[in-house]
Each structure stands twice: as structure tokens, then as C-alpha cells.
């Protein structure tokens, strides 16, 4: 049954991709997407950013550059009609990472889209980095760029398609305007890596970029301090759990 959706996207993409062309874009030696052309994420995306032109397009390709299988070099590329034809617009490099992944979409709903880039290693770790992209006439509008721990931020797992994870950009104090969630994880020798306990940190947006702002959730540290408290009674204590607790009542008692 996967097998055959894959199949069938694999196929409906190619067969769009080549009707417009896009491979005449990708440099030589370089490759669509994460190289992977099986991975059902999408290498490219039809958007419409409002800027003039309603046909546009996102596209992505890599290289490997060190090392001999994963890529390492990849290009975003903004394609946007003249009419007759796509030009390439603009296009940015980010350079060693193992996949990158990206969706456009109005996240701090100024009515304006944003380009959001996650780059993630492969790997238990899930090591990465999330961008943030204001959308422009050129890339220069950063509005959030940090290292983030975590599988893909761009991913919806209920509706298994490209999309923002929910758990990453949540909306936690309902003002329509979503959070950017980034986390690292404690290593803990006594316990699995999976059950090693998280420190989440929450970005809000304050009308010109994203900036940290744990201090106006204490209600979501509250509920994580309960989970620590728990995660103590059943594994014990450590110094980043210790930490942790630490940090959180900081921020519930002001
Ligand atoms: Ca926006
Ligand atoms: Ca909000």
C-alpha cells in the first residue's frame, strides 16, 4: 500500500517536474531534492507569494560535496514567470547539512508568507536547524534561525504529508499567531535515549522577528515540571533534570 502511494507520487511529481521543466535547473552533478527521490517530501512546490507573478516555485537540490552518499550542499531556489518562461529569482545555500526540508505558509499571520527551512542531520540525535524566511524580492528577511534537536519540524504526521508539525508550531496562547517551539534533549546514561527527559524553549513573535519568550508560557512549565518531577520518581535524578527543574520553577514563580 506504501509502496504504491509512493510509487504513484514518485510518478505524478516526475511527470510534473518534467512538464515544467524544472530540471533544466538543477546544475549537473546535482540532484533534486534530498537525493532521495523516493522520500515522498516534496523537491519542489508550486506557491503563490502575493509579490506579483501568481506562478512561482520553490525548488530544492543537493550535492555531495564531503563523504560519499548523503548530500551536504543544498540550494533553495526561488523560480518565479516572466511570461513566457521561470527565471530563477534568488536562491540561498546551506551548506553541511544532511537533509533539508522546507514549506512556505504564514506563520505569524501578517497576511505575508514565509519561506521555513529545516535542516536535520540523519540519525538517533535528530540534530538540526530551523530558518526562517520573511518572504521578499530577495531572501534577507530573518526571522528565526537556531539550532533545533527533534525529527521533522515539517512534517504532519497525522495527514502523512509536507506540512508544519503542529508539536513545533504551536499556537499556546491563542492570539492566532503561532510559537516556534526548539528543544534539546538531556543525554542520561541510565535511561534509553528515547525516554531522556526534553528542555523545550518557546519563540514568540513580537511584530519584527521571533525572540525567546518562556517567560509568558508558566503554564506550559508548569506541565513540563510535573513531567520532571515524574521523570525523578522513576529513573532518578541527574544534573540536567536537575537543571531543568531548576529553570522551570524560575519561570512559573516570575
Ligand atoms: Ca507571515
Ligand atoms: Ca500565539
Not at 517536474?17 to 517530501?41: E, H, M, T, V
Not at 547539512?97 to 535542516?119: A, S
Request: hydrophobic share 40%; proline share 3%; glycine share 10%.
Amino acid at each position: 500500500m506504501i509502496m504504491g502511494f509512493t510509487l504513484f507520487y514518485f510518478l505524478l511529481l516526475s511527470s510534473a517536474a518534467s512538464a515544467l521543466n524544472l530540471d533544466s535547473f538543477i546544475p549537473k552533478g546535482w540532484q533534486a531534492g534530498n537525493g532521495f527521490r523516493n522520500d515522498p517530501y516534496p523537491y519542489y512546490l508550486r506557491i503563490n507569494t502575493g509579490m506579483g507573478a501568481n506562478k512561482e516555485i520553490i525548488l530544492h537540490y543537493s550535492f555531495v560535496e564531503k563523504g560519499e552518499y548523503l548530500p551536504d550542499k543544498h540550494i533553495i531556489s526561488f523560480l518565479s514567470w516572466n511570461g513566457a518562461k521561470y527565471i530563477e529569482k534568488w536562491k540561498k545555500t546551506f551548506n553541511s547539512i544532511e537533509n533539508i526540508f522546507f514549506l512556505v505558509n504564514d506563520i505569524n499571520k501578517d497576511g505575508k508568507k514565509e519561506l521555513i527551512v529545516h535542516g536535520l542531520h540523519s540519525g538517533n540525535g535528530a540534530y538540526g536547524n530551523l530558518w526562517v524566511f520573511q518572504f521578499g524580492k530577495t531572501m534577507a528577511g530573518k526571522i528565526f534561525d537556531k539550532a533545533v534537536q527533534g525529527e521533522r519540524y515539517l512534517w504532519n504526521d497525522k495527514k502523512r504529508q509536507a506540512g508544519i508539525c503542529p508539536e513545533y508550531f504551536p499556537d499556546l496562547d491563542k492570539d492566532g499567531i503561532l510559537e516556534i517551539m526548539a528543544g534539546h534533549r538531556a543525554e542520561d546514561d541510565k535511561v534509553a535515549c528515547v525516554d531522556e527527559p526534553w528542555w523545550i524553549d518557546i519563540y514568540k513573535w513580537n511584530g519584527g522577528t521571533y525572540i525567546l519568550a518562556n517567560n509568558k508560557f508558566p503554564k506550559f512549565y508548569k506541565n513540563e515540571l510535573a513531567d520532571y518531577r515524574s521523570y525523578v520518581k522513576e529513573k532518578g535524578e541527574n544534573e540536567s533534570i536537575k537543571k531543568f527543574i531548576k529553570r522551570a520553577e524560575k519561570i512559573i514563580n516570575g
